[in-house]
C-alpha cells in the first residue's frame, strides 16, 4: 500500500482505497479530488492489506473504498468492517444476496456505515426519466447496453447489475420477479425479459469488438397520458457536474442515505438471485485437457461464465498431449459398436470446431487385420464397415509382410496436430471470454486452488476425476473405480518408405504408427497394446512406479535424457518388425509418458465412450473415451446444464 499519497483534505475524512485497475484509477482520482486519499493499494498488495487491516497497522482511515474484483468483495469488506472502518464499495456488492446480507448486518452491529455505488441513479439521464414518470409505474421497461468489449465474462454483475438498482428504484423495492424469458443468450450477447411487479422489464446486452459503446433506458407508461421516453446515457463532459465524486463527497461525509442504498442493492440482488442462474450460469471446469477446455468454450459460447482451472502451467499437457493423435472414425473398435458410432458421429462435429487442427501433410490411412492373435477376423472387420456405413477399400500394403495379416484396407481417417489443437482451443476459450486460471490445481491442502462459488462446476481432469470427485468436492461417490495404465509413447524417425502413411495392425495385442508433425514428416509416434503399458491397476487413483513419476507428462523426453533401463521403444519396435518391412533403420527419438485411464473390465469390447456422469445438483464430471467426442460431450452438456431458451 502507498501510504506516501496524501492529498489536501478538504473535510476531516481519511480514506484508504483498495484495489488500482480501471475503475479504482477513477475513484482514486476523484478522492484526489476531494483531499481524502491517504493510502491505496491493489494488485499483489492485497494480501498484506488484510493482515494489515486485521493488526491494525494500516494507516488510521476513517474509510475503507473497494474496488477490486467482485469475487473479493466480501472478504475484504467484512475484514474492514471487523477493523473498525467504514466501507464504499464498487458494485457489485458481494457475488451473493447472503453475503450482501452479513455485511449490511455486520455494519449495524459494529454501528459502521457501508455503502454500495449506485451510480447510475445519480445520473440527469436517468433522473429525467424518473422525473418524466412523476411517480407512475411504466408497463415496460428496456434496458440496452452495447460495448466494444472482448471479456463478456460477467455480463450479470458487470452491466445488468447496474440496471436493476435502477429498475428497484424507479418502481419499488418489495414487489417479486417472476416469469423469466430468456430470448436469446451466447457469448457476447444476452436478451432476457422479466416481469417485476406488473412492469415487464426487457434488457439486451451486446458486447463484441465490432460495436460501439450506447447505453439506452426506454420506458413505455400504463398511462396513456404520459409519453413513453427514452434516454441515451452519454459520456460526462468535464463542464459536467460529476455524480461520482458528489456521491462521494455525501457518503464518506455521513450525509448520504445508506438505508435507501441498502433497500435498493438487496431488492436488485434479490432479482439477480432469480436471473443470475438462468441467463449467466456461472460454471466452474476443473481439468484443462481436451475435455475441459471444449466443454469450457462451449459453454461460455452458449452464454455461461466459465472459469477453467488447470493444474499444469499450460493447457492439453497430460493425456491430450501424450496419445497416438488418430481422430478415430470408428474402425478401431470392431467390438464395440458403440464406440463406433460414438467415434463416426463425433468426427463431423469435431471438425466443425477444429478443422485447423488436423496434419496438413497428405496422409494415407490403412487398417490390417493380424492373421493371427486377432480378436476380430477379417470377415467381422468387413461386417463391422459395412454396417456402420464406413467405407474402405481392401488393398495391399508395400511396407507391410502379407504373410503376416489376412486383411489391409485402405480407410478415410485423420490425425490431429497438438499443437495446432491446443492453439485452437486457446482462441476459442479467449474469444468465448473463458477465465482460464492455470498453475491452479483445485484442492484442499493451503497451496491448492479453492473454487469460487457456482452453479454447477464440471470435473474433466481424467485420471485424477475420483480423486478431486471424492477427495476435494466431498462427492459421494457411487461410480465404478477406473483402470489406469501407465503408457509410453515412443517417437521414432522412420525411413521415407513409411512417410505419409498411417497404419494399425489390429486386433489384439499390436501395434499402430502415424505421423506426428507436419514440420517433420519422419516423425512417427508408436502405440503397442502390449508393451506400451508399464504398469496397471484397477481402483481410484493411478498407481506410479516412483522412477516412471518424473516423466509423466513432461511431452516428448529425448531418448538420451530417460534413464537407462526405463524405456520400452526397442521392445515395441521390435515386435512392430514381425509385421513391418525396414524398420531396421528407425531412430528412436524420444518417449512420451502418461496415464491411459478406461472403464475396467472392458477387454471383451475395447469399448472406449465418453461419458457425463451427474453426482448432484450441482457437480458433473466427464469421463473421456476418445478425442473425437469432445465437441459432442461439449453440446450435451450446452443443452443439459443450461436452461432451454424460450421460444
Ligand atoms: C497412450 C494414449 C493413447 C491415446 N490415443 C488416442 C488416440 O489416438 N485418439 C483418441 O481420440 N484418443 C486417444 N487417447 C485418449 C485421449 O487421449 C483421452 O481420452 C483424452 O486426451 C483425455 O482428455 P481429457 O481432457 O479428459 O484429459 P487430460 O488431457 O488428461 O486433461 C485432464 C487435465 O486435468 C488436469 N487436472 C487434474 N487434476 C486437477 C486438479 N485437481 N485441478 C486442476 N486441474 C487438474 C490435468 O493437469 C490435465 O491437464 C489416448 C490416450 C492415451 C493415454
Not at 452519454?234 to 458528489?246: R, V
Not at 481417417?413 to 471470454?433: F, P, V
Request: glycine letters at 6%; proline letters at 5%; aromatic letters at 8%.
Amino acid at each position: 500500500m502507498d501510504d506516501n499519497f496524501r492529498g489536501n483534505v478538504s473535510f476531516p475524512v481519511k480514506v484508504g482505497l483498495v484495489g488500482c485497475g480501471k475503475w479504482g484509477s477513477v475513484l482514486k482520482k476523484k478522492l484526489s479530488n476531494l483531499g481524502v486519499l491517504i493510502a491505496w493499494c491493489g494488485g499483489r498488495d492485497l494480501l498484506p492489506l488484510q493482515s494489515r487491516l486485521r493488526n491494525s497497522s494500516i494507516p488510521a482511515v476513517d474509510w475503507i473504498i473497494i474496488a477490486t474484483p467482485a469475487t473479493t468483495h466480501f472478504s475484504l469488506a467484512l475484514e474492514a468492517l471487523e477493523a473498525g472502518k467504514n466501507v464504499f464499495i464498487e458494485k457489485p456488492a458481494t457475488i451473493s444476496l447472503a453475503d450482501t446480507e452479513r455485511l449490511f448486518s455486520k455494519a449495524k452491529q459494529k454501528d459502521l456505515k457501508i455503502f454500495v455505488d449506485t451510480i447510475f441513479v445519480r445520473r440527469a439521464e436517468y433522473l429525467a426519466v424518473k422525473q418524466h414518470l412523476g411517480g407512475c409505474v411504466p408497463k415496460l421497461i428496456r434496458f440496452c447496453w452495447s460495448k466494444p468489449d472482448l471479456n463478456s465474462e460477467a455480463v450479470m454483475d458487470r452491466l445488468v447489475y447496474h440496471d436493476l438498482y435502477m429498475l428497484v428504484d424507479l418502481i419499488g423495492t418489495g414487489l417479486a420477479t417472476h416469469s423469466v424469458r430468456v430470448l436469446a443468450r451466447h457469448s457476447g450477447y444476452w436478451n432476457f425479459t422479466c416481469v417485476y411487479g406488473d412492469t415487464t422489464v426487457c434488457f439486451e446486452y451486446t458486447l463484441s469488438k465490432s460495436t460501439v459503446t450506447r447505453k439506452t433506458l426506454e420506458v413505455i407508461p400504463t398511462s396513456n397520458e404520459i409519453n413513453s421516453k427514452t434516454v441515451e446515457f452519454k459520456s460526462l463532459q468535464p463542464s459536467e457536474q460529476d455524480p461520482l465524486q458528489e456521491v462521494l463527497s455525501e457518503v464518506l461525509q455521513h450525509r448520504a442515505n445508506y438505508e435507501r442504498n441498502h433497500e435498493i442493492i438487496l431488492a436488485a440482488e434479490s432479482i439477480r438471485e432469480v436471473l443470475q442462474p438462468l441467463v449467466e450460469p456461472r460454471i466452474n471446469v476443473i481439468g484443462g485437457g481436451i475435455f475441459g477446455s471444449t466443454c469450457a468454450w462451449m459453454l461460455a459460447q452458449a452464454g455461461a461464465a466459465v472459469r477453467l482451472y488447470e493444474a499444469k502451467a499450460d493447457l492439453m499437457q497430460c493425456a491430450s498431449e501424450v496419445n497416438q493423435r488418430r481422430l478415430h472414425r470408428g474402425y478401431h473398435y470392431p467390438r464395440s459398436d458403440e464406440t463406433g458410432v460414438m467415434s463416426r458421429d463425433g468426427q463431423r462435429r469435431f471438425l466443425d470446431a477444429y478443422k485447423v487442427a488436423l496434419l496438413d501433410h497428405p496422409t494415407a490411412h490403412y487398417y490390417a487385420i493380424a492373421k493371427e492373435g486377432s480378436l476380430t477376423s477379417r470377415e467381422e472387420m468387413i461386417s463391422f464397415c459395412e454396417r456402420l456405413n464406413l467405407s474402405f477399400k481392401e488393398v495391399a500394403h508395400p511396407l507391410i509382410y502379407d504373410e503376416m495379416v489376412s486383411l489391409v484396407i485402405e480407410v478415410e481417417e485423420e490425425l490431429w496436430d497438438h499443437d495446432k489443437l491446443r492453439a485452437e482451443c486457446w482462441r476459442l476459450l479467449n474469444l468465448h471470454g473463458v477465465s482460464i486460471n492455470l498453475n491452479s490445481k483445485v484442492g484442499l491442502k493451503p497451496d491448492e486452488t479453492s473454487l469460487p462459488p457456482a452453479n454447477h462446476t464440471i470435473v474433466a481432469c481424467y485420471a485424477s476425476n475420483n480423486v478431486v470427485l471424492k477427495g476435494v468436492l466431498g462427492v459421494e461417490f457411487t461410480s465404478q473405480d477406473l483402470q489406469f495404465e501407465l503408457c509410453e509413447k515412443p517417437v521414432f524417425r522412420l525411413p521415407q518408405q513409411f512417410w505419409g502413411k498411417s497404419c494399425v495392425i489390429m486386433d489384439g495385442p499390436f501395434m499402430c504408427i502415424d505421423p506426428i508433425s507436419d514440420a517433420d514428416p519422419s516423425l512417427f509416434v508408436m502405440g503397442n497394446v502390449e508393451h506400451a503399458i508399464h504398469t496397471s491397476n484397477i481402483g481410484e487413483k493411478p498407481e506410479t512406479l516412483s522412477d516412471l513419476k518424473l516423466l509423466l507428462n513432461q511431452g516428448i523426453i529425448p531418448a538420451s535424457h530417460i534413464p537407462r533401463g526405463l524405456s520400452r521403444a526397442d521392445t515395441m519396435l521390435k515386435s512392430a518388425s514381425q509385421f513391418f518391412k525396414n524398420l531396421k533403420h528407425a531412430e528412436h527419438v524420444g518417449s512420451m509418458f502418461t496415464h491411459r485411464t478406461v472403464l475396467p473390465k472392458h477387454e471383451h469390447d475395447d469399448a472406449r465412450p465418453s461419458l457425463i456422469e451427474y453426482h448432484s445438483h450441482n457437480v458433473t464430471s466427464i469421463f473421456s473415451g476418445k478425442v473425437v467426442s469432445c465437441v459432442d460431450i461439449g453440446h450435451r452438456l450446452c443443452e443439459e446444464l443450461l436452461c432451454p431458451l424460450n421460444p
